[in-house]
């Protein structure tokens, strides 16, 4: 069994796999990671790995205190990936960005891919049919935009995340929940469409925590799976375990 753990900007998700196959998941705040952890392997005491990815700020040493039960792996620029990192700064691409990369190409063989990763922020990574990773871009997640808008401005409020009742906001909270979750929904889909209109045999993926929220708003056809980032890591293990 192996325990796979993405530390994000905001919390942390883990899940356990058997191969394959996903038989839990969990997702925790940072400062309850040793605790949660501990309980995840009493509970499946079979665990022989643990891979981390890691884009938040928790030093390696809180999961080094779990060294003498399992093994531990933390995925680096250095390991192997499944594609070509065209990237002009390899060494700048986030690693939870390259895991994902590595899941779509192992997952989706000889497809244009673009995965959309729904979070704190949003990013959007573009692999070609051939396997080569070309980039794509970052924006503020839907948390944030709320955020900005408040901490930015002298008197907008800071509103939690609500559907729109229109495009058309007809009082202040209304105009920004417009403004953040349509403008969202509009520029995803605004990057799907260029997308499509440049690459044929085409797949978007879309995961991260704000996923379910936004397949539901999107025009396009998207594969929409909120822990790709864990199924992608738990497969990145297994290929560099291959190609060691």
């Known amino acids: 069994m192996v325990l796979t753990v993405d530390v994000g900007n905001t919390r942390i998700k883990a899940a356990v796999f058997e191969g394959s196959t996903v038989l839990e998941n969990f997702v925790f705040e940072k400062e309850e990671l040793e605790k949660e952890i501990q309980k995840i392997l009493k509970k499946f005491q079979n665990c022989s790995d643990l891979v981390v990815a890691s884009v938040g700020n928790i030093q390696k040493q809180s999961f080094l205190v779990f060294e003498k039960q399992l093994n531990i792996h933390f995925v680096t620029h250095e390991d192997p990936f499944p594609f070509i990192n065209k990237y002009a ?67 907008l409020p800071l509103l939690s995340l609500e559907v729109p009742d229109s495009y058309i906001g007809n009082a202040t909270a209304q105009a920004i929940h417009s403004g953040v979750v349509n403008g969202l929904v509009y520029e995803i889909d605004g990057f799907i469409d260029e997308y499509r209109a440049n690459f044929p045999n085409f797949i978007i993926i879309l995961t991260g925590g704000d996923a379910d929220f936004l397949a539901k708003r999107l025009k396009n056809t998207i594969f929409a799976n909120s822990n790709f980032l864990l199924e992608s890591l738990n497969q990145t293990f297994q290929y560099k375990i291959d190609n060691d």
């Open 89 to 155: 700064t390899p060494k700048t691409l986030g690693i939870d960005r390259m895991v994902l990369a590595a899941g779509a190409t192992l997952q989706f063989p000889k497809k244009n891919r673009l995965v959309v990763d729904a979070g704190t922020c949003i990013t959007y990574d573009f692999i070609d049919e051939s396997g080569q990773y070309f980039g794509g871009a970052i924006s503020p997640g839907l948390r944030l935009r709320y955020e900005a808008l408040h901490n930015y401005t002298a008197r």
